[in-house]
C-alpha cells in the first residue's frame, strides 16, 4: 500500500469511527457522553501548542488534509486529529465509566491504578504504531529519550490524562443529576448541561496534565532539530 494510500485509509477509518461514537451516543440519548466526544474532538487546541519545538517538538506527515483555517508560519493541523482526539480521550472515558462498577467490584479503588496504567501503556503502544508504522506524526527527541518512536515521558502524560478525564466525567455525572439517558433535545437546559459537563472534564484534565509535563520540559532538553519554526 503507498504512502498516500495508507494517510488516506486512515483518515477514514477514524473519521468513520468518530462518527459511528456520535451516532452511538445519540442513540443512548445521552447529552453527557456527547459532550465527552466533543469536548475530546476540541482537544485538538492543546495538541496544537504541544506540538511546538520547546514541548513535543513534533511534525505530522505532508499527505495528511489540513483543517481549513489553520496554518501558521507555513505550519498546517491534520483535519484528522480532532475526531481522533475525539476517540482517544472521548470514546475511551465514556467506555470505562460505563465499566467501572465492574471494575471496582473486583479490585476497589486499586481500579484507579490500572485506569492510570492502561492509559499510559496503551497511548504509547498504538502511538509506536502511528508514529513508528504509519508515520503519521514524528516526535523530533533524542533517542535516550524515547520508547521505540515516542517519548517516554508520554507514559506519564497519558496516563494522567486517562485517570483524569475518567474521573472527572465520573464525577461530573454525579453532578449532572440528570435522568439516565435524558435525550438529546437541543430546545431542552438538560442537554446543554449534559453537554457541557460532559467536555469540561476533559478540558479540565488537559490543563492539569499540561501544566505537570511543562516542568518535565523545563527540567531537560530533549530536542533535535525539527524544521518547525516554532
Same mark, same amino acid.
Given at each position: $500500500? /503507498?504512502?498516500?494510500?495508507?494517510?488516506?485509509?486512515?483518515?477514514?477509518?477514524?473519521?468513520?469511527?468518530?462518527?459511528?461514537?456520535?451516532? *452511538?451516543? +445519540?442513540?443512548?440519548?445521552?447529552?453527557?457522553?456527547?459532550?465527552?466526544?466533543?469536548?475530546?474532538?476540541?482537544?485538538?487546541?492543546?495538541?496544537?501548542?504541544? +506540538?511546538?519545538?520547546?514541548?513535543?517538538?513534533?511534525?505530522?506527515?505532508?499527505?495528511?488534509?489540513?483543517?481549513?483555517?489553520?496554518?501558521? $508560519?507555513?505550519?498546517?493541523?491534520?483535519?484528522?486529529?480532532?475526531? !481522533?482526539?475525539?476517540?482517544?480521550?472521548?470514546?475511551?472515558?465514556?467506555?470505562?465509566?460505563? &465499566?467501572?462498577? /465492574?471494575?471496582?467490584?473486583? &479490585?476497589?479503588?486499586?481500579?484507579?491504578?490500572?485506569? *492510570?496504567?492502561?492509559?499510559?501503556?496503551?497511548?504509547?503502544? &498504538?502511538?509506536?504504531?502511528? &508514529?513508528?508504522?504509519?508515520?503519521?506524526?514524528?516526535?523530533?527527541?533524542?533517542?535516550?529519550?524515547?520508547?521505540?518512536?515516542?517519548?517516554?515521558?508520554?507514559?506519564?502524560?497519558?496516563?494522567?490524562?486517562?485517570?483524569?478525564?475518567?474521573?472527572?466525567?465520573? !464525577?461530573?455525572?454525579? *453532578?449532572?443529576?440528570? !435522568?439516565?439517558?435524558?435525550?438529546?433535545?437541543?430546545?431542552?437546559?438538560?442537554?446543554?448541561?449534559?453537554?457541557? $459537563?460532559?467536555? $469540561?472534564?476533559?478540558?479540565?484534565?488537559?490543563?492539569?496534565?499540561?501544566?505537570?509535563?511543562?516542568?518535565?520540559?523545563?527540567?531537560?532538553?530533549? *530536542?533535535?532539530?525539527?524544521?518547525?519554526?516554532?
Amino acid at each position: $500500500m /503507498s504512502s498516500l494510500m495508507t494517510i488516506r485509509t486512515f483518515e477514514l477509518i477514524v473519521a468513520t469511527a468518530f462518527f459511528a461514537a456520535i451516532l *452511538w451516543a +445519540c442513540k443512548l440519548r445521552n447529552p453527557l457522553y456527547l459532550g465527552a466526544l466533543i469536548g475530546g474532538a476540541f482537544c485538538f487546541v492543546f495538541d496544537w501548542a504541544w +506540538c511546538a519545538r520547546s514541548f513535543f517538538n513534533a511534525t505530522f506527515h505532508a499527505d495528511l488534509i489540513p483543517l481549513p483555517g489553520i496554518e501558521v $508560519m507555513g505550519l498546517a493541523y491534520p483535519l484528522v486529529l480532532p475526531p !481522533a482526539w475525539g476517540l482517544a480521550y472521548g470514546l475511551t472515558t465514556i467506555l470505562l465509566v460505563r &465499566v467501572w462498577p /465492574s471494575i471496582e467490584r473486583r &479490585v476497589g479503588k486499586a481500579g484507579y491504578v490500572l485506569v *492510570w496504567l492502561a492509559g499510559g501503556i496503551a497511548m504509547t503502544a &498504538v502511538e509506536n504504531l502511528l &508514529v513508528g508504522v504509519l508515520h503519521i506524526y514524528t516526535y523530533h527527541q533524542k533517542p535516550e529519550y524515547l520508547i521505540g518512536t515516542v517519548p517516554w515521558s508520554n507514559l506519564l502524560l497519558s496516563g494522567n490524562l486517562q485517570l483524569l478525564c475518567f474521573a472527572g466525567l465520573r !464525577a461530573f455525572q454525579k *453532578w449532572a443529576a440528570l !435522568a439516565p439517558n435524558p435525550g438529546i433535545d437541543l430546545r431542552s437546559e438538560n442537554t446543554w448541561k449534559g453537554l457541557a $459537563m460532559g467536555a $469540561m472534564p476533559l478540558w479540565g484534565a488537559f490543563v492539569i496534565t499540561y501544566a505537570i509535563q511543562l516542568f518535565w520540559y523545563g527540567a531537560v532538553e530533549p *530536542w533535535t532539530e525539527s524544521g518547525r519554526p516554532f
